[in-house]
T-cell receptor
C-alpha cells in the first residue's frame, strides 16, 4: 500500500516548455486534488476531481490542465511553463465519506528558468 | 466564498512551554476539522482531527478544541519539544463534498 505517489520528485524546465506531473493513489479514493505551495502562502488548490470522470477548477487554475485518467490517476499538465509556476506541487486524495482525511503525495519541486 | 483564517503566522516558544494556534472558519456547514504538520521538505501529514459533534479531543501532548457557535477551533501543544518545530495547517471540510479549505499555516519554532 503505497498511498499517494507522485513523479517526478524534481524538475527544471525552461520557459515555454511543457510537462506533465503524474499522481496515483491506491486507496480507492473518490476525490483527488492538485495544490501548489509557495513560501508563506500555504496550499492553494489548482484543480480537483470529485470523482472519476469529473474535473473542476480550484483557486489558481490558469496555466494548468488536468486529466483524471481513471480512479487511481490524476495528472497535471503545464502547457507552456512560466517562471511564476516555480513551486512545490502536491497531489492529494480522499474519500468523500468518513473519515475525510486527505492524504498527500511527497510533492514535486518544479523550477522554471 | 468560504475561507479559513489561521493565526498566528509564526510562533516561537521555549522548549517545554505550550503553543496554541487558532483557526476560524466561515461555512457553518463544516463538520470535520483536521490539523496537519509539515516538516521542512516533507508532505503535510495529519496529526489530529475533530468532528463537529465533539468539543475537544486529545492525543498525548496535542489537543484540539472546537467552538461551533463561534466557528473557531484551536490546536494546543503542551510541553513543546524541538521536534515540534514545523509548519502547522488547519482545514475545514464538509463530509460528502469535495471542499477542503486550508488555513495559511503557522510556522512554529521551539527554542531549545
Amino acid at each position: 500500500n503505497a498511498g499517494v505517489t507522485q513523479t517526478p520528485k524534481f524538475q527544471v524546465l525552461k520557459t515555454g516548455q511543457s510537462m506533465t506531473l503524474q499522481c496515483a493513489q491506491d486507496m480507492n479514493h473518490n476525490s483527488m486534488y492538485w495544490y501548489r505551495q509557495d513560501p508563506g502562502m500555504g496550499l492553494r488548490l489548482i484543480y480537483y476531481s470529485a470523482s472519476e470522470g469529473t474535473t473542476d477548477k480550484g483557486e489558481v487554475p490558469n496555466g494548468y490542465n488536468v486529466s483524471r485518467l481513471n480512479k487511481r490517476e490524476f495528472s497535471l499538465r503545464l502547457e507552456s511553463a512560466a517562471p511564476s509556476q516555480t513551486s512545490v506541487y502536491f497531489c492529494a486524495s480522499r474519500t468523500l465519506s468518513a473519515p475525510n482525511e486527505q492524504f498527500f503525495g511527497p510533492g514535486t519541486r518544479l523550477t522554471v528558468l | 466564498g468560504e475561507n479559513v483564517e489561521q493565526h498566528p503566522s509564526t510562533l516561537s516558544v521555549q522548549e517545554g512551554d505550550s503553543a496554541v494556534i487558532k483557526c476560524t472558519y466561515s461555512d457553518s456547514a463544516s463538520n470535520y476539522f483536521p490539523w496537519y504538520k509539515q516538516e521542512l521538505g516533507k508532505r503535510p501529514q495529519l496529526i489530529i482531527d475533530i468532528r463537529s459533534n465533539v468539543g475537544e479531543k486529545k492525543d498525548q501532548r496535542i489537543a484540539v478544541t472546537l467552538n461551533k457557535t463561534a466557528k473557531h477551533f484551536s490546536l494546543h501543544i503542551t510541553e513543546t519539544q524541538p521536534e515540534d518545530s514545523a509548519v502547522y495547517f488547519c482545514a475545514a471540510t464538509i463530509s460528502g463534498t469535495y471542499k477542503y479549505i486550508f488555513g495559511t499555516g503557522t510556522r512554529l519554532k521551539v527554542l531549545a
